[in-house]
Structures are given as structure tokens and as C-alpha cells.
């Protein structure tokens, strides 16, 4: 098993470019989530989904959007990206909501640049 | 509402000796609270997580943690650290009534030889 993989690893952006971060997983798990890691924030949360066709905000929705079409990916949308959107990027899944004791599991990261 | 601090941003500390990365959380309903650990340039993976029962919770590489609820703390402990704990680790809390997982803000574990 992969388990949670993340495309692509590295982006460098323009200001007011767009791009798309594609999460997959394949441990039929029925939540995914996205975060964002800046340093001394720890992890935020941006979107999450708790099932295929449904998504939800989290504590930093603002200029992203998300959309889970199939059960197994998780795609996070940047329409038009800003500096401040500079950070590093995880998905992660599990298979229960976190407050039923699931664990998360992680994907390796998308390192995010905007110029 | 929920928080999570974790009061030692960096914490330096030679091989093979005794470390304690604190956490503190706040809630006002009962929490499961969660270490995950983030090696460099990864994800992040399950340390341990407390749900219920016994305080001292044993986790993976040789780490626990004891659950004090009257100190609302959940501090990570390892007896004796070696260079490939050097990591960044990070405390959360979660309860029965969110569907969101807390995190804190990290504690940077540098070990030295």
C-alpha cells in the first residue's frame, strides 16, 4: 500500500497563478483532510471531506477551494494564488472522524512557493 | 473550544539522555489527545494517543506520555534519545463532539552526539 501520496512534491508560483494539489489514497478510508504548516503555527486545517461528493471548511478556508469526486482523492484548489499561501501542504485520511480516536494518516507534503 | 499549547518551541539535548516535550490542553468536555511526530521532509506519523483507561500510554521507538487530567497536561517522555529522534513533534487534541483534530504548534527536538 502507497498510502496517502501527495502531486506534486515542489511548486513555484506566480502571484495570481492557479494550480491544483491532488491528494490520493488507498486505504478506502472515508475522511480526508488538508492542512497547511507554517513555522510556530503547527498545522491548520483547510478543507476537510467526510465522505465522496462532500466537503467541508476548516479554521483557514479563505482562497482555496477542494473538491472530492472520488472516494480515494482529495484535490485542493488555488484559484489565485498569493504570497501568503506560501507554506507547506498535507493531506491526510482516516477512517473515522478524528474525534472517534481515528488516527490520521499523513501524505509527504507539497512545499508551496508564491513569488 | 479546544487548544493545545505546547510551551517548548526547541528543545536541544544530548544522545542517551532523558527528555520531556510538555503539552497542555484546555477543554471543557473529556479529550483523546494524540503525539504525532514529523521526521525532515515528511509527514507526519502516530507517536502514541491516549483515548481512555490507563494514564501512561506507551507509544512506538521507546516514547510515552502520561495523561494528567487535574494538570489538563499530556507531556511526552523518552528515558534516553538518540540522534534519529530528532524531529519535530507535535501534540493534539480531538473530543466526541468535533470532527477536527487540534494541533499544537511543535516542539523541535534536536538530539546532539
Known amino acids: 500500500n502507497a498510502g496517502v501520496t501527495q502531486t506534486p512534491k515542489f511548486r513555484v508560483l506566480k502571484t495570481g497563478q492557479s494550480m491544483t494539489l491532488l491528494c490520493a489514497q488507498d486505504?478506502?478510508?472515508?475522511?480526508m483532510y488538508w492542512y497547511r504548516q507554517d513555522p510556530g503555527m503547527g498545522l491548520r486545517l483547510i478543507h476537510y471531506?467526510?465522505?465522496?461528493?462532500?466537503?467541508a471548511k476548516g479554521e483557514v478556508p479563505d482562497g482555496y477551494n477542494v473538491s472530492r469526486l472520488k472516494k480515494q482523492n482529495f484535490l485542493l484548489g488555488l484559484e489565485s494564488a498569493a504570497p501568503s499561501q506560501t507554506s507547506v501542504y498535507f493531506c491526510a485520511s482516516s477512517y473515522g472522524l478524528a474525534g472517534y480516536q481515528e488516527t490520521q494518516y499523513f501524505g509527504p507534503g507539497t512545499r508551496l512557493l508564491v513569488l | 473550544a479546544q487548544s493545545v499549547t505546547q510551551l517548548d518551541s526547541q528543545v536541544p539535548v544530548f544522545e542517551e539522555a532523558p527528555v520531556e516535550l510538555r503539552c497542555n490542553y484546555s477543554s471543557s468536555v473529556s479529550v483523546y489527545l494524540f503525539w504525532y511526530v514529523q521526521y525532515p521532509n515528511q509527514g507526519l506519523q502516530l507517536l502514541l494517543k491516549?483515548?481512555?483507561?490507563?494514564?501512561l500510554v506507551k507509544g512506538i521507538n521507546g516514547f510515552e506520555a502520561e495523561f494528567n487530567k487535574s494538570q489538563t497536561s499530556f507531556h511526552l517522555r523518552k528515558p534516553s534519545v538518540h540522534i534519529s529522534d530528532t524531529a519535530e513533534y507535535f501534540c493534539a487534541v480531538s473530543n466526541l463532539n468535533t470532527d477536527k483534530l487540534i494541533f499544537g504548534t511543535g516542539t523541535r527536538l534536536q538530539v546532539f552526539p
Open positions: 471531506s467526510v465522505g465522496e461528493g462532500t466537503t
Open positions: 486505504m478506502n478510508h472515508e475522511y
Open positions: 491516549y483515548l481512555s483507561g490507563s494514564t
